[in-house]
């Protein structure tokens, strides 16, 4: 293996268009490639600052499951209680469908004036771990994908002062650690397993991540024994050599390439500021805000962030990482360039004359919904809903039954509704909202949103 045999039977167009080099490096598990990549992840961990790292080549989503399936489970019937941030990433759910773990939501905060959630913050974590002290875990999101960050520092001590291990989702945040002008990284607050996808923001190739492990409250066997369950047999090469060079040009390049991604950040900040009926934040708005993440609030010029990213995209392939109602979200990384935040700057001052309001008068009117919605009640685990009977019925008659499937917006890929929960109107006509105002909705088996499944 693999059958191409080091790229000698590989299809010749293929190979004409890829260059034979990649070909060579696509090779299976071999004893002195498991060295090799060992080291490599022992100098990932001494990078990160952890005790102990693994590479992924299933995403972050790999790793969050791991986590879970580490310390969690049900043995019979109710399974053990994971207290999870409400902003979970659906990977979130599905491990918890795996595990059959208990998962008591955490609300998060929110700040109407940006309509942006802040995460949960330390009184919210403190108060449900006063009521839940037999939680096995918590699981939090930081940074989100808006770059807020939260007292993680805080979170962290709360929860050790309950001696329950801190799980951090960090797939947003694999830059963090090598800049001074970032947020401290959950690795450096001092979390207890952090999964980072390094192909989101670092330089290494899509679906390859590092899980990394610190302290003594979580045995590394415990992860190595769930990665034993999740990971494929036949990781691919690419992926893990694309980790080591990644990690190596953070250690030696990062805090260089970061300066100027961060300056490249600052100026769109500042440029975007000066178009009318547009806004942007920045860290004295929202103090734990990566500013590698912007925002950019369009609602004022009368579109939704849907309609501006078909726009940038179609008329100057300007493209946004996440277009929400009122948003567009952009990320910048040691990958952007001035050209590109010239371009993004020009796409705005388009859209705000009026070659782009010709446009926008086709488009969909923003919804009046009032923001946050209302986190849906839990009747029943994500396991015991995925495996319960179901029926499917039309969506508008499902309010009051309970939902045997996770819908979330994608991205970000955080469940407005999680499987097991109670569907209300508010969350019906929100998805309905998002889906006709040209957002995709993920996690449903019709895809129109017709019907759903429900716990029969
Ligand atoms: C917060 C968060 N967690 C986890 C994931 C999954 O990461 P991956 O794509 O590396 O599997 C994503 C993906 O967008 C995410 O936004």
């Not at 491990?95 to 009184?123: K, M, N, R």
């Not at 839940?132 to 805080?154: Q, R, W």
């Not at 963090?176 to 999964?195: E, K, R, T």
Request: glycine share 8%.
């Amino acid at each position: 293996m693999p059958g191409h045999k080091r790229g000698q039977g590989i299809d010749r167009r293929f190979a004409a268009l890829m260059g034979e080099t990649i070909f060579r490096l696509d090779l299976p598990e071999l004893p002195e490639l498991e060295a090799a990549v060992a080291n490599a992840e022992t100098l990932a961990a001494q990078a990160y600052g952890s005790d102990r790292a693994w590479f992924l080549t299933n995403g972050s989503t790999c790793g969050i499951q791991a986590m879970l399936l580490a310390i969690c489970g049900a043995t019979c019937g109710q399974g053990d209680k994971v207290l999870i941030g409400r902003n979970c990433h659906k990977a979130a759910i599905a491990a918890l469908v795996l595990t059959g773990a208990t998962p008591i939501y955490l609300p998060t905060d929110y700040l109407l004036e940006f309509d942006l959630d802040l995460g949960v913050s330390p009184e919210t974590l403190e108060l449900f771990l006063q009521k839940h002290p037999d939680a096995k875990a918590v699981m939090l999101v930081s940074p989100n994908y808006f770059g807020v960050c939260g007292e993680i520092e805080k979170l962290v001590t709360i929860a050790h002062s309950f001696n329950v291990p801190l799980l951090v989702d960090a797939a947003h945040g694999a830059h963090l650690g090598f800049h001074p002008d970032l947020p401290i990284s959950a690795l450096q607050a001092g979390a207890d397993l952090v999964v980072q996808s390094t192909h989101k923001v670092a330089g290494s190739l899509t679906q390859s991540s590092i899980l990394h492990l610190q302290g003594d409250r979580i045995a590394s066997e415990q992860v190595d024994r769930a990665l034993q369950i999740l990971r494929s047999s036949s990781p691919n090469l690419l992926l893990l050599i694309s980790l080591d060079v990644a990690r190596r040009q953070m250690a030696i390049e990062g805090k260089k390439l970061l300066t100027e991604t961060l300056r490249l950040a600052t100026e769109a900040r500042s440029r975007l500021c000066q178009i009318p009926n547009l806004r942007t934040f920045d860290q004295i708005a929202v103090p734990t805000l990566d500013p590698t993440r912007l925002t950019v609030m369009v609602e004022r010029m009368g579109m939704t962030g849907f309609a501006a990213d078909v726009w940038l995209h179609s008329q100057l392939d300007v493209m946004a990482e996440m277009p929400t109602l009122s948003q567009l979200v952009f990320i910048f990384s040691l990958g952007n360039t001035q050209n590109d935040i010239d371009r993004l700057i020009y796409g705005f001052q388009q859209i705000g004359k009026e070659k782009g309001k010709r446009e926008r008068e086709k488009l969909v009117p923003i919804t009046n919904y009032q923001l946050p919605i209302t986190i849906p009640k839990s009747h029943l685990t994500p396991r015991a809903a995925y495996f319960a009977k179901s029926d499917r019925i039309p969506f508008n008659q499902a309010i009051g039954r309970i939902s045997a499937e996770s819908l979330c917006p994608y991205p970000p890929g955080i469940p407005l509704l999680c499987i097991g929960e109670e569907i209300t109107l508010e969350v019906v006509e929100m998805l309905q909202c998002i889906l006709r105002s040209g957002g995709i909705i993920n996690g449903a088996s019709d895809d129109s949103l017709e019907t759903i499944r429900v716990v029969n």
